[in-house]
């Protein structure tokens, strides 16, 4: 399985799968469509959201660790 981390791009972490675009969703996070997506860290994504980037990664992980098939 694949663990989300800081270093990776908005992009691959949806690669990673999809439906953690929800989760970044519900974190306020609506910056896929926006082009910077594919080049933007988690980091600096959170960082421009005021979002813990620890607090995000943890979530999207857990949804992966509650959702692997």
């Given at each position: 399985?694949?663990?989300?981390?800081?270093?990776?791009?908005?992009?691959?972490?949806?690669?990673?799968?999809?439906?953690?675009a929800d989760v970044l969703m519900e974190y306020g996070m609506h910056?896929?469509?926006?082009?910077?997506?594919t080049l933007e860290t988690l980091q600096q994504a959170?960082?421009?959201?005021g979002l813990d980037s620890d607090e995000v990664v943890g979530a999207l992980n857990k949804y992966l660790d509650e959702n692997a098939e």
């Open positions: 399985m694949s663990n989300i981390t800081k270093e990776m791009t908005i992009r691959e972490v949806i690669t990673t799968n999809e439906n953690l910056c896929l469509g926006c082009p910077m997506h959170c960082d421009g959201h």
